[in-house]
């Protein structure tokens, strides 16, 4: 069984920072692509930044230039370092992974449950 577990979220005032890391655990084979997407109240769950497992970068344009995801593959645990937060930043962050469990099995999106970012304007 495979688990994606998020920490780092938390309160913070306009204009800090969080770092936010994801790591996944259990049946494990490969993992390609790994994400943070994010849902505000009201809204619907949205890309924040992708990158691959040879660590090319994607990332929304609100966030470009604030925020930077990274990895560690040899840990299964994907990073986002948040810089510069907005009150519009507001939401719960949610951890996605491309992932095959086991040897010759398909790739399928798993997901954590997510951490709330809170920022204070």
């Known amino acids: 069984q495979v688990q994606l577990v998020e920490s780092g979220g938390g309160l913070v005032q306009a204009g800090g920072s969080l770092r936010l890391s994801c790591t996944a655990s259990g049946s494990i084979f490969s993992i390609n692509a790994m994400a943070w997407y994010r849902q505000a109240p009201g809204k619907q769950r949205e890309l924040v930044a992708t990158i691959t497992s040879d660590g090319s970068t994607n990332y929304a344009d609100s966030v470009k230039g604030r925020f930077t995801i990274s990895r560690v593959n040899a840990k299964n645990t994907v990073y986002l370092q948040m810089n510069s937060l907005k009150p519009e930043d507001t939401a719960v962050y949610y951890c996605?992974?491309?992932?095959?469990?086991?040897?010759?099995?398909?790739?399928?999106?798993?997901w954590g449950r997510g951490t709330q970012v809170t920022v204070s304007s």
């Open positions: 996605n992974a491309d992932l095959a469990p086991y040897s010759g099995t398909s790739y399928f999106p798993y």
